[in-house]
């Protein structure tokens, strides 16, 4: 029995990054042999077991081989005779693809080290076509690293988009990889990724028509809607923002990439197009309900937010009734920030100001200020309660904005 440290541990050493998790690769080993060792089994598609005293996950080596579609189609073989190599050649790249024994020392067969060095992510072999995950992964890992991707790599999962493989993979899967590459820390380079082999088409084409459509000419002329996206994105992921926030980011402006036949009754611009767009992607996805919640008010109300100053008091109120702030000020203040991200994702005004932030949350704070609990005592016909209620909010806004000049 030999045991290695195999996979993103043996990279991110490599890299100088903190190793987060361990993978372990056991060599000549029966699943028995194992048990009778103190190791816990708890692997259910393949063998793996929790280390007796460090709950480290073992697992044989084995090999895999193709039996149907999708990132499950597969059946695994573990033996004793399964080698240290064969169980590296079934891995994704060859960055991934590496091990190290109990000396340190680097075992490298397929030269993960050179693409490390030159960084690039590069397929082990040609049964790397067989899994439609690993285009996720490679994208996740170009937001991570930044590598480029070999042509002839690129080529491969361009081909596993056109064969249909993609069409294969799981909701629930294509969310968390998608969710793990928004949270690293250029989620831009994920989305190029997808695009380049023609995946985002297919798993998010609310957010591939993006590309291609020109920004408002006094907003920013210069880029299209999709590269505004992406610096957005990458503002929100700067700033260290939530999951929601980001996710709101790359939504924001789903509707510009619709024509004006599209807007809803009761909508006005781009935002009415949007909302529905962005329940189509989340509800194809499974989005969590907390990143959809988010993602529809950001789209619906962006631009209500960057006019908030301009807006009267009693819109202001509708605003945060729409978005149910009183009741829920940190998911408004969320809301803010992927506002400021929109407003700051332009070359050149990353660092501008953005005084709707704070005069929204002054707005706010008088609207929560009013004792709803007192008018309700003082009034005899309850269903009058609300209006006044509401009334009251609107007279505190109005007390304490700003005096406005005279224009």
């Given at each position: 029995?030999?045991i290695?440290?195999?996979?993103?541990?043996?990279?991110?050493?490599?890299?100088?990054?903190?190793v987060?998790?361990?993978?372990?690769?056991v060599?000549?080993?029966?699943?028995s042999?194992?048990?009778?060792?103190?190791?816990?089994?708890?692997?259910?598609?393949?063998?793996?077991?929790?280390h007796?005293?460090?709950?480290?996950e073992?697992?044989?080596?084995?090999?895999?081989r193709?039996?149907?579609?999708?990132?499950?189609?597969f059946?695994?073989?573990?033996?004793?005779?399964?080698?240290?190599?064969?169980?590296?050649?079934?891995r994704?790249?060859?960055?991934?693809?590496?091990?190290?024994?109990?000396?340190g020392?680097?075992?490298?067969?397929f030269?993960?080290?050179?693409?490390?060095?030159?960084?690039?992510?590069?397929h082990?072999?040609?049964?790397?076509i067989?899994?439609?995950?690993?285009?996720?992964?490679?994208?996740?890992?170009?937001?991570?690293?930044?590598?480029g991707?070999?042509?002839?790599?690129?080529?491969?999962?361009?081909?596993?988009?056109?064969?249909?493989?993609?069409?294969h993979?799981?909701?629930?899967?294509?969310?968390?990889?998608?969710?793990?590459?928004?949270?690293?820390?250029?989620?831009?380079?994920?989305?190029?990724?997808?695009?380049?082999?023609?995946?985002?088409?297919?798993?998010a084409?609310?957010?591939?028509?993006?590309?291609?459509?020109?920004?408002?000419?006094?907003?920013?002329?210069?880029?299209?809607?999709?590269?505004h996206?992406?610096?957005v994105l990458?503002?929100?992921a700067?700033?260290?923002?939530?999951?929601?926030?980001?996710?709101?980011?790359?939504?924001?402006?789903?509707?510009?990439?619709?024509t004006?036949?599209?807007?809803?009754?009761?909508?006005?611009?781009?935002?009415?197009r949007?909302?529905p767009?962005?329940?189509?992607?989340?509800?194809?996805?499974?989005?969590?309900?907390?990143?959809?919640?988010?993602?529809?008010?950001?789209?619906?109300?962006?631009?209500?937010?960057?006019?908030?100053?301009?807006?009267?008091?009693?819109?202001?109120m509708?605003?945060?009734?729409?978005?149910?702030?009183?009741?829920?000020?940190?998911?408004?203040?969320?809301?803010?920030?992927?506002?400021?991200?929109?407003?700051?994702?332009?070359?050149g005004f990353?660092?501008?100001?953005?005084?709707?932030?704070?005069?929204?949350q002054?707005?706010?704070?008088?609207?929560?200020?009013?004792?709803?609990?007192?008018i309700?005592?003082g009034?005899?016909?309850?269903?009058?309660?609300?209006?006044?209620?509401?009334?009251?909010?609107?007279?505190?806004i109005?007390?304490?904005r700003?005096?406005?000049?005279?224009a």
């Amino acid at each position: 029995m030999k045991i290695y440290k195999v996979g993103g541990a043996v990279r991110d050493r490599l890299l100088g990054l903190p190793v987060q998790d361990i993978d372990w690769v056991v060599v000549g080993a029966t699943a028995s042999e194992m048990e009778a060792a103190g190791y816990r089994p708890v692997g259910k598609d393949f063998p793996v077991f929790l280390h007796p005293r460090t709950q480290q996950e073992y697992a044989l080596a084995r090999t895999e081989r193709k039996s149907g579609h999708g990132y499950k189609g597969f059946t695994v073989f573990a033996a004793p005779e399964v080698t240290l190599e064969e169980d590296l050649a079934r891995r994704d790249l060859t960055i991934n693809a590496m091990a190290e024994d109990e000396a340190g020392e680097v075992i490298d067969p397929f030269n993960g080290q050179a693409d490390l060095q030159q960084r690039l992510f590069r397929h082990v072999a040609d049964a790397f076509i067989e899994d439609p995950v690993r285009i996720l992964r490679l994208a996740r890992f170009a937001a991570r690293f930044g590598f480029g991707t070999a042509p002839e790599t690129m080529a491969l999962m361009r081909q596993m988009v056109a064969d249909g493989e993609v069409d294969h993979l799981v909701p629930e899967r294509v969310w968390q990889e998608l969710a793990r590459g928004l949270m690293e820390q250029q989620p831009s380079r994920m989305f190029e990724a997808l695009r380049e082999c023609g995946a985002l088409q297919r798993i998010a084409p609310e957010v591939d028509a993006l590309w291609g459509v020109p920004q408002r000419a006094d907003y920013h002329p210069e880029v299209d809607t999709g590269v505004h996206v992406m610096l957005v994105l990458d503002y929100a992921a700067a700033q260290g923002a939530p999951l929601p926030v980001r996710f709101a980011a790359l939504c924001h402006d789903l509707g510009k990439a619709t024509t004006p036949d599209d807007i809803l009754p009761g909508h006005h611009g781009h935002e009415g197009r949007g909302v529905p767009l962005v329940e189509q992607l989340c509800a194809r996805l499974r989005v969590p309900g907390d990143c959809k919640d988010l993602a529809v008010m950001v789209c619906r109300d962006h631009t209500h937010v960057h006019r908030a100053p301009e807006l009267r008091s009693a819109t202001l109120m509708e605003l945060f009734q729409r978005c149910d702030a009183l009741r829920k000020p940190e998911r408004f203040g969320q809301m803010l920030d992927a506002c400021v991200a929109d407003a700051r994702g332009r070359t050149g005004f990353e660092t501008a100001e953005y005084p709707q932030a704070a005069f929204l949350q002054t707005m706010l704070a008088a609207a929560a200020s009013v004792d709803a609990g007192a008018i309700a005592q003082g009034c005899e016909n309850k269903a009058l309660i609300p209006e006044r209620v509401r009334a009251a909010r609107i007279a505190a806004i109005e007390a304490a904005r700003p005096e406005r000049k005279p224009a």
